[in-house]
């Protein structure tokens, strides 16, 4: 069964203060890794896709990155504006079904 | 482009009764999906149409049920309401070549009482 732990659960920063979102994942072979953001109240937004180990992929202070077995989403001088959750999701390559599985996110908020 | 649009945004139901959530994906997208999201439990897949075929299905009750239309519009429906029920119902559209790519409409609210 395909996994997807996502750490710390909630992260305080000042504005300014670069930091990095965990997400490790179990799953009988990646298909593709996806980060999406979670505003209050509204559906998740899709931000990145990864699809091997040592891809890497860059939006305004968000560079998402990726290792066989966990992806990691950095955030660099973050402001408040920045602050959501975020939710990583796997994609199995095999067994037929090709739903994502979601992890439960990280809450970020940053403080000006 | 419009994104997902879902109805209604938010609605107040009792125990028992049954309630149905409408989903227009975006223009041209075949493939719609429906997710629940509690703060428990996060992100729980509930089933997926393409093409008006339910292509798969989670791990939830016959209580929870699905369609689509020839217009791709789709409809999921939920008979015999529980306080467990209340959540987040999220709507999901994708292009449908098997991409986890997804664009979510901004869902409905329900609350049981």
Known sequence: EDQVTQSPEALRLQEGESSSLNCSYTVSGLRGLFWYRQDPGKGPEFLFTLYSAGEEKEKERLKATLTKKESFLHITAPKPEDSATYLCAVQAASGGSYIPTFGRGTSLIVHP | KAGVTQTPRYLIKTRGQQVTLSCSPISGHRSVSWYQQTPGQGLQFLFEYFSE????????????????????????????LELGDSA????????????????????????VL
């Open chain 2, 88 to 111: 987040l119902y999220l709507c999901a559209s994708s292009s449908g070549q098997d991409t986890g790519e997804l664009f979510f409409g901004e869902g409905s609210r329900l609350t």
């Open chain 2, 53 to 80: 075929t339910q292509r798969n299905k989670g791990n939830f009750p016959g209580r929870f049920s699905g369609r689509q239309f020839s217009n791709s519009r789709s409809e999921m429906n939920v008979s015999t």
